[in-house]
């Protein structure tokens, strides 16, 4: 059934096509002005990188993750909270509709509180991708690159990669199939063998490029432009059929502008690493 469902996945996206924008260029936070500094106590975790074959691309082709530092958990309401305290402009009453839908932190019944019974340490959700951006710069990080993220998620409790483990895809397919995970604080679940806690258990989550694999063109060409991010396109480079799990998160994936909010997607920071 499940292979099953995954070819209707595959051909569902393969079908998914968009419009080409116009040629003026795609509005772009400017995240440097006037944004003010939040501190972070959150722990990041050295990731050393290495050599991992993506989800979608050709069957050889391999891609090298450069070392970096990932935060162990996913950005708190009350971390975001703090952020949009010292920074108005991302409040929910003052953010410009250029980066965010109607429902961009849709459950908060006001700018400066969260909603009622909300755990502060459950990850925030209902934000953009602009805004998940703005708040990286504020605590000096960035979001995760894609084959970043892809990178860490490969692994479980006790190796690298368990891609090839039976039941793998399995179980984190029944993380996902659970209601309401979004309303659960962080670092409860056990973390992977980085030690980065809650890759699958809460939250879907945003990452900086996050949907630049896709296509703007035919398909069966392959080829894509920056204005790809902003498409849905074509799953028929994937080099994994069996892996369900990521069938769901590129399917997702597909469907997102970066200025869409959803009730369950959230996001956690990066940076570089000066260690090699």
Same mark, same amino acid.
Request: aromatic share 14%; charged share 20%.
């Given at each position: ?123 925030? /959700?209902?934000? $953009?991708?602009?805004? &998940?951006?703005?708040?990286? %710069? ?7 690159? @894609? ?83 902003? /498409?849905?396109? $074509?799953?028929?480079? &994937?080099?994994?059929?069996? %892996? ?7 399917? @997702? ?24």
């Amino acid at each position: 059934m499940k292979k099953v469902s995954a070819v209707i996945v595959l051909g569902f996206l393969s079908l998914v096509c968009c419009n080409k924008p116009q040629e003026k260029s795609f509005p772009v936070a400017n995240e440097h002005h006037e944004l003010k500094k939040v501190n972070t106590s959150v722990k990041m975790v050295y990731i050393p990188g290495g050599a991992y074959k993506p989800f979608y691309g050709a069957d050889s082709a391999w891609v090298t993750v450069a070392p970096f530092l990932l935060d162990e958990r996913p950005v708190t309401n009350k971390e975001f909270l703090d952020f949009v305290t010292a920074n108005p402009s991302w409040r929910k009453s003052k953010i410009k509709s250029l980066f965010s839908d109607s429902t961009y932190l849709h459950d908060w019944p006001a700018d400066l509180e969260l909603p009622p019974n909300a755990n502060p340490n459950a990850p925030v /959700c209902y934000v $953009s991708w602009f805004a &998940a951006k703005a708040f990286a %710069n504020s605590v000096g990080k960035r979001l995760p690159t @894609l084959d970043e993220w892809e990178f860490v998620a490969m692994a479980d409790s006790v190796s690298i990669n368990a891609r090839s483990k039976p039941g793998y895809s399995d179980y984190i397919i029944s993380l996902y199939l659970q209601k309401n995970r979004q309303f659960n604080p962080v670092k409860l679940s056990t973390p992977n063998y980085w030690g980065v806690y809650n890759m699958f258990d809460l939250i879907w989550e945003w990452t900086d490029d996050f949907n630049s694999i896709l296509t703007t063109s035919d398909s069966r060409v392959g080829e894509y432009d920056d204005k790809g991010l902003f /498409c849905a396109g $074509s799953a028929t480079s &994937a080099t994994d059929i069996l %892996n369900y799990a990521a069938f769901m998160r590129f399917a @997702l994936r597909t469907t997102l502008r970066a200025n869409y909010t959803v009730a369950n997607l959230g996001f956690r920071c990066a940076k570089d690493s000066i260690m090699k």
